[in-house]
């Protein structure tokens, strides 16, 4: 058997920052997987690899003049080897199982890349990328405050009611960690319900692609890629409702932290076939959308709801137009 082309690349990963641009994070790992699973060709992944390697910062991490910034990758390196070691003396389900639970508290940590990165790299069984997610996780970890009391209503009512509540704030320079701290600041979010009195991942996912479908709001897309990166470390999640209490908990605050954008219903779009979708992401340099369209399938696979089919459709449809 032929190795595949992110094995044969994977020891170059920690060759570069997880960040570059100030707080803008690599997403090479993920994109890679994902185009080589929908079937890019050698010279696609190729080509996608010298475009993005152009934008990434070279360790060691002492390059940058930014000490917060510094300070960070030197945090992050040192727990990166910490985390090895707990790997190579407990193997990698046994490490995900005991770091899971505290860490699901912080789920929304660098917008959902933490989750991100980790999922991807446990698919490909990558040690080393496992490590540097986790350290990532931890450096990153944001909690968000109490869950709160529980109403029986879907999910996306209640997000609607909790962003009338506080209204659309416009919130200071920064990135999103910033502004999804700032919410849990407001007297509003800490005493209004958010909490879906009955949950399961088929309920959140579908709420999350709605209202990135219906808001169009980049910070949403990273919601998304969150329900299929949760998805895939559900096994190694011991108390999964807790879980998914703490994903939706990030999605609503990440949405107000985006100034609650407007949800309006949408056209359906056109649904191109899923073969389309992945031949024009094979062919992009777009790595949002690369893994848009990857979670999506994914998710649509599991649950059969077309949301994820019409995110999907949408998208391409949006990227592939000329400008």
Not at 10 to 26: E, G, K, P
Not at 36 to 64: D, I, N
Not at 186 to 198: K, N
Not at 220 to 228: D, G, I, P, Q, R
Request: net charge negative; glycine share 4%.
């Amino acid at each position: 058997m032929s190795q595949s082309y992110y094995s044969s690349i994977a020891n170059t990963f920690q060759d570069y920052a997880v960040t570059y641009n100030h707080r803008l994070f690599n997403h090479f790992p993920m994109s890679i997987v994902a185009l080589e699973r929908f079937g890019a060709s050698t010279e696609q992944l190729e080509a996608f690899r010298e475009y993005y390697f152009e934008r990434l910062v070279h360790m060691p991490s002492s390059q940058s003049d930014n000490q917060e910034e510094l300070n960070e990758f030197a945090a992050i390196e040192q727990q990166t080897e910490l985390i090895l070691s707990q790997l190579e003396r407990d193997g990698i389900e046994e490490t995900l199982k005991s770091s899971l639970p505290a860490l699901l508290v912080g789920v929304g940590a660098g917008n959902f890349y933490a989750i991100n990165r980790l999922a991807y790299a446990v698919n490909q069984n990558n040690q080393n990328d496992i490590a540097v997610s986790l350290a990532l996780w931890e450096t990153l970890h944001l909690p968000l405050g109490e869950l709160g009391e529980t109403v029986l209503k879907r999910p996306t009512s209640l997000l609607r009611n909790v962003s009338k509540c506080i209204g659309h704030i416009r919130f200071g320079a920064g990135n999103t960690t910033d502004r999804m701290t700032s919410v849990t600041t407001l007297i509003d979010y800490q005493t209004t319900p958010h909490q879906p009195e009955v949950i399961d991942f088929e309920s959140i996912a579908n709420a999350a692609a709605t209202i990135y479908k219906m808001s169009g709001d980049f910070t949403m897309l990273h919601s998304v890629t969150a329900c299929y990166s949760f998805n895939q470390l559900t096994k190694y999640i011991e108390d999964e409702s807790l879980g998914l209490r703490y994903l939706w908990q990030a999605i609503v605050v990440a949405y107000l932290s985006a100034g609650s954008p407007a949800m309006t219903n949408v056209e359906k779009p056109e649904l191109l076939p899923w073969p389309e979708i992945v031949e024009f992401c094979c062919g992009t340099h777009n790595e949002h959308l690369i893994e848009l369209c990857y979670a999506c399938r994914h998710l649509h696979e599991l649950s059969g709801k077309e949301v994820f089919h019409q995110v999907a459709a949408h998208y391409v449809t949006l990227y592939s137009e000329p400008a």
